[in-house]
């Protein structure tokens, strides 16, 4: 079992950056792919970014096209902690952002769809607004 907690949210204006942090539970955590989600009001929920353990220490980042350029992913497996580093916010950024694991199949292959997922954090607010 893996617990998340996301912390990092709040309001920001147009252009302006935060960086989530996505604090988890268990002894395997660098055995397990990463995951960043949104949610906005009357929309699905979104992949947003991924790290995928490809063996060893290896992880590759892979991005929402509407992500690509301003966002980062990145963990630190002995704080066992991803975060999401967000530049350049936009408006339509706005969302409850989510973090999510999986154990890992070994395979490298990105997970971008959230039923990839099995366990998930509570979420945090996003505001992008001037």
């Known amino acids: 079992q893996v617990q998340l907690v996301e912390s990092g949210g709040g309001l920001v204006q147009p252009g302006g950056s935060l960086r989530l942090s996505c604090a988890a539970s268990?002894?395997?955590?660098?055995?397990?792919?990463m995951g960043w989600f949104r949610q906005s009001p009357g929309k699905v929920r979104e992949f947003v970014a991924a790290?995928?353990?490809?063996?060893?220490?290896?992880?590759?980042?892979d991005y929402a096209d509407s992500v690509k350029g301003r966002f980062t992913i990145s963990r630190d497996n002995v704080k066992r902690t991803v975060y999401l580093q967000m530049t350049s916010l936009k408006p339509e950024d706005t969302a409850v952002y989510s973090c999510?694991?999986?154990?890992?199949?070994?395979?490298?292959?990105?997970?971008?769809?959230?039923?990839?997922?099995?366990?998930w954090g509570q979420g945090t607010q996003v505001t992008v607004s001037s």
């Open positions: 999510a694991a999986r154990r890992s199949d070994g395979s490298g292959t990105p997970h971008l769809h959230f039923s990839d997922y099995a366990y």
């Open positions: 268990g002894r395997t955590f660098s055995s397990y792919d």
């Open positions: 790290a995928t353990w490809r063996g060893g220490n290896t992880y590759s980042g």
